[in-house]
């Protein structure tokens, strides 16, 4: 199970974090990602962490630079630091396994306003 949870109302130029809590499961066995979707568009990627060998990052060229996908071994969590928010960034945020192998979570909503 995945529960996600952080999000809130922010002004342009803020900063989020994020949070997903695993039960079940260990994250770190997993490559792991974080999606949103929003009113306008369908469910999208914004970045993915590799399991705990490799450790390697990617985001979408829509946060590059502005989100960082982490995770913590010992509290089973991953997170996504969000800053610079634009209001474009507002959606609800949900993460699972890259590929979507995990039942998703209800996601946690993010407003970004201008």
């Known amino acids: 199970q995945l529960v996600d949870s952080g999000g809130g109302l922010v002004q342009f130029g803020g900063s989020l974090r994020l949070s997903c809590v695993a039960s079940?499961?260990?994250?770190?066995?997993?490559?792991v990602a974080w999606f949103r979707r929003s009113p306008k568009n369908e469910r999208e990627g914004v970045a993915c962490l590799s399991d705990s060998d490799g450790n390697i990052s990617l985001y979408a060229d829509s946060v590059k630079g502005r989100f960082t996908i982490s995770r913590d071994s010992a509290k089973n969590t991953m997170y996504l630091e969000m800053n610079s928010l634009k209001p474009e960034d507002t959606a609800v945020y949900y993460c699972n396994h890259p590929e979507g192998m995990f039942s998703w979570g209800q996601g946690t909503q993010v407003t970004v306003s201008s």
């Open positions: 079940g499961f260990t994250l770190d066995d997993y490559a």
